[in-house]
T-cell receptor
């Protein structure tokens, strides 16, 4: 299955600032997915990132708050903008791997103070 | 995607088989059943998936009822490291793009393996 490297693994940020999370895959993939997992909750899909096109956002998530880049087939970034304590979550990227379903990164644990 | 129902939590003794049930009574004919697990503070890990037939791999077995309305994930010899939240998900395979590609996570089952 694909190997995903996600950076940073954790961060503590001041409210009002922004954090960019990087996701690097060891193989070319068409679609990359960004999820959020709030404390004690299950995973919620934020958006899907296709290379060469605008990301597709799920209901409740907007591009101004969570801008996504997808410059090539192995890399994507998610920015959490103008952060508030409610944005404290684990953010995960994921890719679909043939025969293995979806592979997930180890996540970025974000705390906003 | 069809909705799934799982027990909130289960306990299992170390070395015994862990049988995790999942109901998916509204599953469509082209939807697969996927199982993932999430060990505390890690990203979800793929376990197994299947359509109609029972499946087995090095991690687990998946038993799907003939009417496909429910399934059971079996960990044959549970260890303490199998303590995790287990998610049962149904979705269409091979439909990247559109609304069917998403993995929709429910609350899952917290399996606790006890010594």
């Amino acid at each position: 299955s694909a190997v995903i490297s996600q950076k940073p693994s954790r961060d503590i940020c001041q409210r009002g600032t922004s954090l960019t999370i990087q996701c690097q895959v060891d193989s070319q993939v068409t679609m990359m997915f960004w999820y959020r997992q709030q404390p004690g909750q299950s995973l919620t899909l934020i958006a899907t990132a296709n290379q060469g096109s605008e990301a597709t956002y799920e209901s409740g998530f907007v591009i101004d708050k969570f801008p996504i880049s997808r410059p090539n087939l192995t890399f994507s970034t998610l920015t959490v903008s103008n952060m508030s304590p409610e944005d404290s979550s684990i953010y995960l990227c994921s890719v679909e791997t043939v025969g293995y379903g979806y592979t997930f990164g180890s996540g970025t644990r974000l705390t906003v103070v | 995607d069809a909705k799934t129902t799982q027990p909130t939590s289960m306990d299992c003794a170390e070395g015994r088989a862990a049988n995790l049930p999942c109901n998916h009574s509204t599953i469509s004919g082209n939807e697969y059943v996927y199982w993932y697990r999430q060990i505390h503070s890690q990203g979800p890990q793929y376990i197994i998936h299947g359509l109609k037939n029972n499946e087995t791999n090095e991690m687990a077995s998946l038993i799907i009822t003939e009417d496909r309305k429910s399934s059971t994930l079996i960990l044959p010899h549970a260890t303490l490291r199998d303590t995790a939240v287990y998610y049962c998900i149904v979705r269409v395979v091979g439909s990247s793009g559109g609304s069917n590609y998403k993995l929709t996570f429910g609350k899952g089952t917290l399996l606790t393996v006890n010594p």
